[in-house]
T-cell receptor, first 117, second 113 residues
């Protein structure tokens, strides 16, 4: 069974609009971390945001926020005020185990975001 | 800002040849990882390394693969006899124990002909 599911292979958003990229996960571990990475066409993996399973508040980093719904096992990424430079692949990932756990990341298949001018 | 570096950025090799991909993790990081990404697909975990030994490996990481930290700074991934299906982007990542983010290198694109 897939541990990370990203159901949107591709998304379009108008520049300056907000967009939500979906991610659902599956784990039986009570401690886990959820990550979003951006991969532009140049190929590098850029860390965007992290949410711990015990974090009380949704994570935010600038224009990025994570809509964490633990009961639904979802960790959607919200990008506000989209910019042309946001066009990229976005990967959701999970690490089982809490802070201090150094387990590997399990990635979803990604969502390709295209920002239209 | 410190960063993970990888060399070469692109390697082309013939099927059956050995390749060594090199990574220099961030200096105070203790855990190291190799991931691969076949073109157009998701990133897949290969192996993690801590305290000079493998701590975890995936089913992809078979006997054709090996890792080592030969000199305390470099972290290498060796593929002994490359196959066409080894063509992929290979990412190195490192992390400190008290921090969440795995810092990824820029990747090495391996093309097996």
């Amino acid at each position: 069974a897939q541990k990370i599911t990203q159901t949107q292979p591709g998304m379009f958003v108008q520049e300056k609009e907000a967009v939500t990229l979906d991610c659902t996960y599956d784990t039986s571990d009570p401690s886990y971390g959820l990550f979003w990475y951006k991969q532009p066409s140049s190929g590098e993996m850029i860390f965007l945001i992290y949410q711990g399973s015990y974090d009380q508040q949704n994570a935010t980093e600038g224009r990025y926020s994570l809509n964490f719904q633990k009961a639904r096992k979802s960790a959607n990424l919200v990008i506000s005020a989209s910019q042309l430079g946001d066009s990229a692949m976005y990967f959701c990932a999970m690490r089982e185990g809490g802070l201090g756990s150094q387990g590997n990341l399990i990635f979803g298949k990604g969502t390709k975001l295209s920002v239209k001018p | 800002e410190p960063e993970v570096t990888q060399t070469p950025s692109h390697q082309v090799t013939q099927m059956g040849q050995e390749v060594i991909l090199r990574c220099v993790p961030i200096s105070n990081h203790l855990y190291f990882y190799w991931y691969r990404q076949i073109l157009g697909q998701k990133v897949e975990f290969l192996v993690s390394f801590y305290n000079n030994e493998i701590s975890e490996k995936s089913e992809i990481f078979d006997d054709q693969f090996s890792v080592e930290r030969p000199d305390g700074s470099n972290f290498t991934l060796k593929i002994r006899s490359t196959k066409l299906e080894d063509s992929a982007m290979y990412f190195c990542a490192s992390v400190v124990p008290t921090y969440n983010e795995q810092f990824f290198g820029p990747g090495t694109r391996l093309t097996v002909l």
